[in-house]
């Protein structure tokens, strides 16, 4: 006897009309300037007409503030009068968009001086409204900084500044993603490829600007970067596990930018310093000691010793502000010089 299958045919149940769209899923005009609009008064509001324009994003990482003090006739606008804008809160980021000219042809900047990161509470969208409000402000090029954990040693070394030409995303490869939910149609599309996410043009630039500058030709590298959501530095077994995935280097910040000015039709540089290599140091085993304490061929291990020793290989978020402060003279003279050879 034939069995007859317990669940109904999908042809045989009952039919009706569809039900009607619901407001989430019509079609809507995207209202760009109702969104930005007030924020871009606010800015151009205390600018002079000159830097109303600026041609190029300058987002500034960990101790690299001192960016803006290369700019003449600088203006700072506190995030504070920007309406949308939240307020940075890690040490060694200020809260302003510093405005100015760069290099020996004025070209006009805005400056990031304090960037949104998503570990201090900040959603996506707040963490990337700062590069889109300077796109739309006139920015056709953006050159973020940052500060990141070595995990190449073959590559890279702390002072290194690398210049990325790709990045490792775990977190909008699963959940965080700034474009995540409506697509901003009037901003860029809603599928933006990131194959070409780092422009070689700018990336050779920055050689070019090394050349220029004398600078030591080991100092300026090019690499992949990692993002990870932080704040808690990456454990070892992590950074084997980036190190794997082809990273170079990593860090808590920049790829939701790079996403957001992707799709916005920036093009993009972004210079990584390595301020501290990830901890790497094999592990170890406390049964291993147990045993040979055992069999007598171990000393008892001085917890005091350990502990020591262990503190000084850990990360700390003192080091990457004291390594920022030592390059960062470099960094700026490099930025200055890129900006001046791509507007030349």
């Known amino acids: 006897m034939?069995?007859?299958?317990?669940?109904?045919?999908?042809?045989?149940?009952?039919t009706g009309p569809d039900s009607p769209?619901?407001?989430?899923?019509?079609?809507?005009?995207?209202?760009?300037?109702?969104?930005?609009?007030?924020?871009?008064?606010?800015i151009r509001s205390k600018l002079p007409e000159s830097l109303h324009s600026p041609k190029v994003a300058l987002v500034c990482g960990s101790g690299l503030q001192g960016l803006a003090e290369?700019?003449?006739?600088?203006?700072?606008?506190?995030?504070?009068?920007?309406?949308?804008?939240?307020?940075?809160?890690?040490?060694?980021?200020k809260s302003a968009l510093a405005f100015g000219f760069l290099g020996k042809t004025r070209v006009p900047v805005v400056c990031q001086l304090g960037r949104f990161?998503?570990?201090?509470?900040?959603?996506?969208?707040?963490?990337?409204?700062?590069?889109?409000?300077?796109?739309?402000?006139?920015?056709?090029?953006?050159?973020?900084?940052?500060a990141a954990?070595?995990?190449?040693?073959?590559?890279?070394?702390?002072?290194?500044?690398?210049?990325?030409?790709?990045?490792?995303?775990?977190?909008?490869?699963?959940?965080?993603?700034?474009?995540?939910?409506?697509?901003?149609?009037?901003?860029?599309?809603?599928?933006?490829?990131?194959?070409?996410?780092?422009?070689?043009?700018?990336r050779l630039e920055a050689f070019r600007a090394l050349h220029d500058l004398d600078l030591p030709p080991d100092s300026l590298k090019e690499g992949v970067y990692a993002w990870v959501a932080g704040p808690s530095y990456e454990t070892r077994a992590e950074q084997r596990f980036l190190k794997a995935a082809g990273a170079d280097c990593v860090g808590m910040s920049t790829v939701p930018e790079v996403i957001a000015a992707r799709h916005a039709g920036l093009r993009v540089l972004v210079l990584s310093?390595?301020?501290?290599?990830?901890?790497?140091?094999?592990?170890?085993?406390?049964?291993?000691?147990?045993?040979?304490?055992?069999?007598?061929k171990g000393e008892i291990v001085d917890a005091a010793d350990h502990i020591a020793q262990a503190q000084e290989e850990v990360a700390n978020h003192q080091e990457v502000l004291d390594v920022s402060a030592r390059r960062a003279d470099d960094i700026r003279a490099l930025v200055e010089r890129i900006v001046e050879r791509t507007f030349a």
């Open 21 to 42: 769209p619901t407001p989430s899923h019509l079609a809507k005009p995207d209202n760009l300037a109702d969104d930005f609009s007030q924020a871009l008064d606010d």
């Open 149 to 202: 954990g070595g995990l190449n040693p073959d590559l890279v070394e702390v002072g290194t500044v690398v210049a990325l030409v790709d990045h490792v995303s775990l977190p909008s490869l699963t959940s965080w993603n700034p474009l995540i939910g409506r697509n901003r149609d009037a901003l860029g599309p809603r599928f933006p490829p990131l194959s070409d996410a780092y422009d070689f043009d700018l």
């Open 70 to 93: 290369q700019l003449v006739d600088p203006v700072l606008v506190p995030y504070a009068d920007i309406a949308g804008f939240g307020e940075s809160t890690v040490h060694g980021h």
């Open 117 to 146: 990161h998503a570990y201090e509470g900040h959603d996506m969208q707040s963490v990337v409204y700062p590069i889109r409000i300077m796109k739309l402000l006139g920015a056709s090029v953006a050159i973020i900084t940052n």
């Open 273 to 296: 310093l390595v301020t501290n290599m990830v901890v790497a140091t094999p592990y170890r085993y406390a049964g291993t000691v147990a045993a040979a304490e055992r069999e007598g």
């Open 2 to 14: 034939a069995s007859t299958s317990i669940h109904p045919s999908v042809s045989a149940l009952p």
